[in-house]
């Protein structure tokens, strides 16, 4: 195995009685990156990170995590600091009192920078975890995952509840830390026009399965409209991966998911069809809306 | 400090915290209630008992149940694995069952204070222990009502565990349950003569000459059962949403 990798799935997969939450989920992840998990409503992220940390068992498949099966395994769980969308934190208990509990359970947990991150986002350590307004519980989350400085940190859907500012207060304080305490951080979120800058790599997951695994670059260097005369663009797409098709008025919009280099977007250029970038959003929005195969 | 121990640490000081009130609260309510009645009354001979286990019974059960959901969840989004979070849970309960035990015992020589400085009155004091145990040593008090705290909070943690996997149905269940076997006990004898209440008897050893240490027994090894029922059960429990 490579030595770089920290995480890998192998045939991960999980029922819910009808549904099949997880079909066959394989990947690996390597050391020190920010990776994206992206998907629709039920498309299985909360499934995938609740069996990789343990919180659920699969039905049939391994989680290696730092080399070792990470199921149940007391070594390895420290290791990682998973912060859930769903509140298991005590009610009664004060947020100063969940952080000294953290900063137990979590050898690398850092209290001084976690009581910088509560003044930063103007989180009261005094307040009971009860009294906390829907936004402060994910700041909470916020909080604990970055000060953790757990080797493998996981967020899901850690910006629930947080207007812009603090949003982007939330991407500064995490690449900033990541730039001078590297770790591997998985955060799964809906919002991914803004998030996107952050991801290095990104994971979209649909029905189940990984439908693509590509550095954000890659995925952004791969993914174009084409707009023309639709004869035009129907020659200038053959052979490619269409994902979306639309007609406005009497141009035809194609959204197109390839490899394709410089030369290939002047000849179909020079063809009469417009090539311009897809955003990350409506890209995400047509691999998990389209029939076709992503690609990784 | 080992995953366990801290896990112990962490559930300790909320338990031991929950016990000082809940034996602050119960003091201040029994001494309130019977100190006027001493102080007021015309000596009139009788006993004196707060009974703290009785109610620390009751206690013990109610927190271990009410502590379940939320010590598991929390314990386990800090990186803890079920067979750890059951084993502190265990110590923890076992702690707190001598910490009960101690005090309901230390209470009989409070509740003889309180009698002989309040009351006009000699009094004796009688506790249900020498009630059914007619030849009980005071002393098996302690290990008697400990090895019980231990029994109460297994099967709490069971009914906790099962609460867990179950939810409402098997709450509704259990209830539903525990009513019937109340009408059931006057309607329980076979035809062998044998009734509800004569097997609980015999489970107590009662009015056997070592009735105390034989029942202590029963209650080890019964809450063994449950513990090792309770294990069974977490060791492969998803975890589920918080009860909001």
């Known amino acids: ?296 | 400090m080992n995953r366990i121990s801290k896990c112990l640490r962490f559930q300790l000081k909320n338990m031991l915290k929950s016990t000082f009130w809940f034996v602050v609260i119960y003091s201040l309510v029994v001494f309130a209630l019977i100190s006027p009645v001493l102080l007021f009354s015309d000596g009139a001979a009788g006993s004196f008992n707060t009974s703290l286990y009785i109610g620390a019974a009751f206690f013990a059960f109610i927190y271990v149940i009410s502590d379940y959901r939320a010590s598991f969840n929390y314990l386990m989004i800090n990186g803890n694995t079920r067979r750890t979070i059951f084993l502190s849970t265990t110590a923890a309960n076992i702690i707190m069952s001598i910490v009960l035990a101690v005090l309901s015992f230390l209470y009989n020589f409070i509740d003889e204070f309180v009698l002989t400085k309040l009351s006009n009155s000699a009094h004796e004091n009688t506790s249900l222990f020498q009630l059914f145990y007619p030849n009980a040593v005071k002393a098996m008090e302690l290990p008697y009502m400990a090895a019980l705290f231990i029994l109460i909070t297994g099967f709490s943690m069971l009914y906790g565990a099962l609460a867990y996997k179950f939810g409402k149905y098997f709450i509704t269940i259990f209830w539903v349950g525990v009513g019937l076997m109340f009408a059931a006990i006057p309607l329980s004898s076979s035809a062998s003569g044998i009734s509800l209440l004569t097997l609980i008897g015999k489970f107590l050893w009662l009015n056997h000459p070592h009735g105390m240490l034989l029942a202590s027994v029963n209650f080890l090894i019964a809450a063994l059962v449950f513990n090792a029922a309770v294990y069974l059960i977490s060791s492969r429990q998803s975890q589920t949403a918080p009860v909001t």
């Open chain 1, 1 to 296: 195995m490579n030595d770089n990798v920290l995480l890998e799935t192998i045939s991960l997969t999980k029922r819910y009685k009808d549904v099949t939450a997880l079909k066959d989920f394989s990947v690996k992840l390597k050391s020190n990156k920010i990776y994206g998990l992206l998907g629709r409503n039920g498309a299985g992220k909360t499934t995938l990170l609740d069996t990789v940390t343990s919180r659920i068992f699969p039905d049939s498949g391994n989680v290696r995590i730092f080399g070792q099966d990470a199921t149940e395994n007391q070594q390895i769980l420290p290791l990682i600091c998973y912060m859930p969308e769903k509140n298991y934190f005590i009610p009664t208990m004060r947020v100063s009192d969940i952080l000294k509990v953290s900063a137990m359970f979590y050898e690398n947990f850092d209290m001084g920078y976690a009581d910088q991150l509560c003044v930063r986002f103007g989180l009261d350590k005094r307040k009971k975890y009860k009294t906390l307004s829907r936004g402060y519980e994910s700041i909470l989350r916020i909080v604990i995952g970055l000060a953790s400085r757990a080797p493998l940190t996981i967020f899901d859907e850690p910006v629930l509840g947080l207007d812009a500012a603090v949003r982007d207060l939330f991407y500064r304080e995490l690449l900033e830390d990541y730039t001078n305490n590297p770790r591997t951080y998985i955060v799964s979120t809906h919002l991914i026009e803004e998030s996107a800058d952050v991801f290095e790599d990104v994971l979209i997951i649909k029905e189940g399965q990984l439908i693509t695994q590509l550095q954000v670059s890659e995925l952004k260097e791969m993914a174009f409209y084409m707009s023309g005369k639709p004869s035009e663009v129907d020659a200038a797409v053959s052979g490619l991966n269409v994902i979306h098709s639309e007609m406005v008025g009497s141009v035809k919009i194609s959204a197109v998911f390839s490899r394709f280099d410089d030369g290939m977007k002047k000849n179909i250029r020079a063809h009469g069809v417009d090539i311009s970038p897809i955003p990350i959003q409506k890209l995400f929005i047509y691999l998990t809306n389209s029939n076709r195969e992503g690609m990784q």
